[in-house]
């Protein structure tokens, strides 16, 4: 049985710790220090900010599941039906890319139970509460999207503060941040890596979207805002494999489903007044990429990147952003902006290197395009038409791929479904 022990929140040192017991009896302990920027929050939200600890109690439960996964999980508070889904889906969906790797089926991850009053309760999550905040916080980590984001909402004239969750106690994050008008609030993450370790346990692929989600919307409580801005296009729906009815998604928590979800348990079980979303869902990715070049490839071209390899690996430094033009995120970034750009300005950013002619890029554009069964890569990258479109539109000084394409009419500049209050954000 996986246990969630309990949370709790250090007003004077904004510290929150929140602590599991694994399969093995290892108990964990996960730290985050949030940035105390003002004296913005109030005490009349102290409710508020219990209901989202526990959304991200449950929800960074997953870093530590994973090492012993099993059926049966157990908590002290109550939920209801609607909740218990809600974590199913987390903990189901959100984890089949590990479940993938790891040979489980879905009757092996968690299953949460409706307790509704069989159990004993800390506070029943039953009723949303009423918010008074004001502002946005906005996720940021020196990618083309979050920058985007930044740029369409300076050019329309809404301030925000970025925010960005790094893994070292030195604060170390992107200096791309720095870019914006207002100063970033960094907040430190602290996995407890030396008792994974010791667990001896699985490892793979979590929700990282949802994570950083639950704790940025602790953040804007802490700072009185009411809106956590992320930076996700129409992307995370197409599934990689399948195991029996669990689609296998590494991007299930960037999803459409995923975000309407999420957006309904926070109206539902903390404030209807606080709102968590993308601006961008109603955009392709190879929209996204051809906004990038009109918006900001002459201020941040040289300095963003999307390579998780090169940036984003637990321990590393990345104040300076790079790219290794060697994986599967260097690949799709290639293909997105290929239209877009003459292939000696993009070639720069990756060293000078034509990526389609790389040889050991060959299987992961395979891969990416849908080609000879290959599988396409667990990363965040477009849809398998999607990029067969971006191929079929590069600029004409590119090399060709060392195997045909399909032809693809996807439309990359329709608009898709996206959550009222932030369609028309920017």
């Known amino acids: 049985m996986f246990k969630f022990l309990d949370y709790n929140f250090n007003p004077d040192t904004y510290r929150a710790f929140f602590r599991y017991q694994g399969a093995d009896e290892i108990i964990f302990t996960e730290k985050i220090t949030f940035s105390k920027s003002s004296d913005e929050f109030s005490q009349n939200n102290l409710e508020i900010l219990d209901r989202a600890l526990f959304l991200a109690w449950i929800i960074i439960g997953t870093s530590y599941y994973k090492a012993h996964p099993t059926a049966k999980v157990q908590l002290s508070t109550e939920i209801d039906s609607w909740q218990s889904n809600f974590f199913n889906h987390v903990y189901q969906e959100g984890l089949s890319q590990f479940a993938f790797e790891n040979n489980l089926s879905r009757e092996d991850l968690a299953h949460f139970q409706a307790t509704d009053g069989k159990g004993p309760t800390i506070e029943a999550l039953t009723l949303s509460l009423p918010y008074d905040g004001e502002g946005n916080l906005v996720l ?3 990618g083309k999207d979050s920058l985007l984001v930044g740029k369409l909402l300076e050019n329309a004239g809404i301030e925000f503060t970025p925010w960005y969750a790094a893994n070292s106690p030195a604060k170390v994050y992107p200096a791309i941040i720095d870019s914006w008008k207002t100063p970033p609030e960094i907040i430190v993450r602290e996995i407890d890596l030396e008792k994974l370790r010791k667990s001896d346990g ?13 704790l940025a919307l602790i953040q804007a409580i802490l700072d009185h805002k009411n809106t956590v801005i992320v930076s996700i296009a129409q992307e995370g729906n197409e599934a990689h494999a399948r195991i029996d009815d669990l689609a296998v998604n590494h991007q299930w928590s960037k999803s459409w489903q995923a975000e309407q979800l999420l957006a309904e348990y926070v109206a539902k079980y903390i404030s209807p007044d606080l709102h968590v979303g993308s601006p961008l869902r109603k ?16 201020d941040f071209g040289a300095k963003f990147s999307s390579c998780n390899r090169a940036n984003y690996q637990q321990g590393q430094q990345n104040q300076e952003l790079s790219w290794c033009a060697d994986c599967a995120k260097c690949a799709n970034s290639y293909l997105l902006f290929c239209p877009f750009l003459p292939a000696e300005q993009l070639q720069t950013v990756f060293g000078g290197e034509e990526l389609f002619t790389k040889p050991s890029l060959t299987d992961i554009y395979k891969g990416l395009l849908g080609i000879d069964n290959f599988i396409k890569p667990f990363e965040c990258v477009g849809t398998i038409e999607e990029l067969r479109k971006a191929y079929e539109l590069r600029a004409e000084d590119y090399a060709n791929l060392p195997f045909e394409v399909p032809a693809s009419d996807f439309d990359y500049l329709a608009e898709y479904p996206a959550q009222n209050f932030f369609a028309n954000m920017c």
């Open 140 to 142: 940021q980590s020196g």
């Open 283 to 298: 955009y392709s990715e190879l929209r996204v990429a051809e906004l990038f070049v009109k918006n900001c490839w002459q």
């Open 202 to 214: 699985l490892n793979g692929h979590v929700p990282v979207t949802y994570i950083n989600e639950s």
